[in-house]
């Protein structure tokens, strides 16, 4: 799958995933500081990622654990600083609830302090544990 707007792409495509962007993305965050690239490498290969890019430069990442019928854990969504603000955020997660393998499943994350973001894809809670509502399935 893939997705554009303007000059930026969005893409499932996990052999355009740019490994040492990402792990420099996560390094930065509160959460993902801890993993050398062997780790971002089996972490690519084990979920649904999705890679944001500008021209052909990588400026976001994101991914999704699922079974593609009741649940899905959302992960390690990050947008590189200087493009932050500007709608990449809710155009990445209408991209990630919008894939086959995961829209109409149950979405569950965990984030310190972006509930705003997600509160507009349905998911609620708190710092701890956000998630959208349980579906028919
Ligand atoms: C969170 C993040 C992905 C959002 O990306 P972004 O491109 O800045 O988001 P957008 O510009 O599309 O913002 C979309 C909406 O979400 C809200 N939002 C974004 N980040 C937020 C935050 N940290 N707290 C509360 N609301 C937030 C915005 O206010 C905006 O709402 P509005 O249009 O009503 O003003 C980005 O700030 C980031 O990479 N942060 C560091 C990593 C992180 O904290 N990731 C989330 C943890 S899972």
Request: hydrophobic share 40%; charged share 20%; with cysteine.
């Amino acid at each position: 799958m893939e997705w554009r707007k303007d000059d930026y792409l969005i893409t499932d495509d996990k052999s355009k995933v740019q490994l040492g962007t990402v792990q420099r993305l996560l390094a930065a965050t509160y959460w993902g500081g801890r993993r050398p690239v062997e780790i971002v490498e089996r972490m690519v290969a084990g979920s649904i990622c999705f890679s944001l890019y500008h021209g052909t430069t990588q400026i976001g990442f994101g991914r999704a654990v699922t079974d593609s019928t009741t649940f899905t854990w959302v992960a390690d969504i990050v947008i590189e600083p200087g493009y932050r603000g500007t709608g990449l955020g809710q155009w990445f997660m209408e991209c990630l609830v919008a894939h086959p393998a995961i829209e109409g499943t149950q979405m569950v994350l965990q984030t310190r302090d972006a509930q705003g973001l997600y509160e507009k894809f349905g998911f609620s809670g708190n710092s701890a544990l956000m998630s959208t509502k349980v579906t028919d399935s």
